[in-house]
């Protein structure tokens, strides 16, 4: 199955890589024609310079870009250009629009179009531990759910087009809420003067367990937080989950309040901070290094 992968960034990159390793042939695609030309390089893969070179005769046809804008960009620019029956798979977080959007476009055009976002953040690319939930044409997924395992741990169709985008949603309310909660219990043992590591290993046993807590708990007691998902990507995240839920009824009080603690965050000079940084304004503190 001939592959092209458009958005070659810190989680396209690995998970490119992962297709390669699993015997696909993948020209790569990236608006930046050198980090294409050094991932073509690195990994054995092909490069093109335009998105219409890189969807030649392709079959299978993965994108995992910015926003709803460069995903209707590229699927148009590629569409013209796919093998009869090619699948899309987008990997960008998006609205649930867009993908219904893109999915009318591909059908008009004999292609698929499945909306699957990711989560695991860069250390599940890098390390082929993703998981995926998809909406679109099931028979479309299952087709090339192989290729997609090579840089994912699971992979769940969600129902139809759009689902995938709509579960991702329901994801990050989850994070955002789950990153405040262990904000403030950082803050409070800090406040307290408790061993934050001792209050670690006596609450991550039970029920407060999580994996933001087994992952993030230390160095937000430390104020560390240049790596993982940023704020700035979290705040577009939280702005499709909010226009989503005036369009749908439902009341995110939660949701909205974290998004404005990002916003204060971003002020802080945070932008690229990970998201655990929610403790950085608790703290009133600016991260170490």
């Given at each position: 199955?001939?592959?092209?992968f458009?958005g ?7 998970m ?6 699993a015997?696909?042939p993948v ?10 030309r ?6 054995g ?9 890189a ?11 910015g ?8 699927v148009?620019?590629a569409l013209?250009?796919?093998a009869?029956g ?8 998006t ?14 055009q004999?292609?698929?179009f ?7 953040g860069?250390?599940g690319?890098?390390?082929g531990?993703l998981s ?8 479309a ?6 290729a997609?395992m090579?840089y ?5 169709h ?9 579960t ?5 309310i989850?994070?955002a809420?789950v990153v405040q909660?262990?904000a ?8 307290a003067d408790?061993d934050?590591?001792a209050?670690?290993?006596?609450i991550?046993k039970?029920?407060a367990?999580?994996w ?6 230390k ?9 993982g ?5 979290m705040?577009?995240?939280?702005g499709?989950?909010?226009d ?5 009824g ?5 949701t909205a309040?974290?998004?404005?603690f990002?916003?204060?965050v ?9 998201t655990s940084?929610l403790?950085a304004?608790?703290?009133?503190r600016?991260?170490?290094?």
């Open positions: 199955m001939k592959a092209a458009a070659l960034g810190v989680m396209g990159a690995p490119a890589r992962h297709l390669i390793k015997g696909y020209t790569g695609y990236n608006r930046s024609p050198d980090k294409a050094a991932w073509a390089e690195a990994n893969g092909a490069f093109a310079a335009t998105v219409a070179e969807a030649k005769a392709a079959e299978l046809f993965i994108l995992c870009v926003n709803d804008d460069d995903v209707r960009q590229v148009t620019e013209p250009h796919l009869t090619a699948v899309i798979i987008d990997h960008t977080t609205s649930a629009k867009v993908a219904r959007e893109m999915a009318a476009l591909a059908a008009g004999g292609a698929f499945i909306d699957a976002p990711v989560s695991g860069q250390a690319a890098e390390n531990q995926v939930m998809a909406g679109g044409d099931a028979a997924l299952a087709r090339v759910e192989t997609l090579s994912s741990k699971a992979i769940k969600m129902g139809p087009s759009g689902a995938g985008q709509l991702k949603m329901a994801n990050q989850c994070i809420g909660g262990l403030e219990a950082v803050h409070f043992a800090q406040s408790l934050t590591d209050v670690l290993d006596a991550s039970g029920a367990q999580s933001q807590m087994e992952n993030r708990w160095t937000m007691a430390r104020g560390e937080f240049d790596f998902f940023a704020v700035d990507w705040r577009k995240d939280l499709l989950v909010l989503e839920a005036r369009a749908n439902s009341h995110l009080a939660l309040l974290v998004d404005q990002y916003s204060e971003q002020a802080m000079g945070g932008a690229r901070w990970d940084s403790a304004r608790l703290q009133d600016k991260p170490k290094g």
